[in-house]
C-alpha cells in the first residue's frame, strides 16, 4: 500500500513536470513569435518645478487597437529650452518584428506648476498634443488630424480624433501574451492558474 501510494505521488509529480515542459514549449513556438520582447514597467511625472522631467511607458489608444502594440516611450522635457525628447522603441507587427527606433524634438507649448503640454508635428497627417500632470500622475496625449493636410488623399481614411494614455508596458505584454496564446491553453491555463492571471 506504501509503495503504491510513492508511486502515484511521483507519477503525479513527473506529469506536472510534463504539463509544465509543454507549456514552455507552446510558449516558445506560439507565444514568443507573436511577442518576441517584453515592455518596461512605467515612469509617470512626479515633479516638473525642477526644470527637468523624465516619463517612460506605452502608448495606448483609448477605445481602439494599436498597430504598434509592443513600443516604448522615453520622453526627457526641459524647461530651458522648452524642448522635448521623445525616442520611442517599437517592434513591427509583420513576420519578420523587426525593432525600430525613432526620436522626436517637440515644442513645449506650456510649463506650469502642475503640468507640461508638447506638441508634435512630425507626422504628415496627424498632430499629436501631449499632456504631462504630476499633480495627477498622469500622461495622456490627443492625435487630430493635420490641419493643412485635410484635403489631402493620403490623409483621408484618418480618424478625426485619437486619445491616448501612457501605460504600463509590463502590463501591455502581459496582455499581449494571453492574447496570443492558443485558445486550448488559453482555457488550461485560465483553469489552473486562475488566481494569478488576473
Known sequence: MKKYLIIKI???????????????????LFIKDKVPVSLPFIQLPHNGQVGMIQVKGTWVIEEDRDYYRLQTSTIECYKITMECITAQAYVS??????????IYISPVIEWTANHLVYKDTSSMCAEYLYTLDWATKSATGKRIKNPRMVNNDLCKDLKNELRLTLKDGFKV??????????????????????PFRN
Not at 507587427?93 to 525613432?102: G, Q, S, T
Not at 486550448?184 to 489552473?192: C, E, G, Q
Open 10 to 28: 511521483i507519477g503525479g509529480i513527473v506529469t506536472f513536470i510534463i504539463f509544465i515542459f509543454t507549456i514552455g514549449i507552446i510558449d516558445s
Open 93 to 102: 507587427p509583420d513576420a519578420a518584428a523587426k525593432l525600430n527606433v525613432d
Open 173 to 194: 505584454w502581459q496582455e499581449e501574451k494571453q492574447n496570443a496564446e492558443p485558445k486550448i491553453l488559453k482555457l488550461i491555463l485560465d483553469t489552473v492558474f486562475f
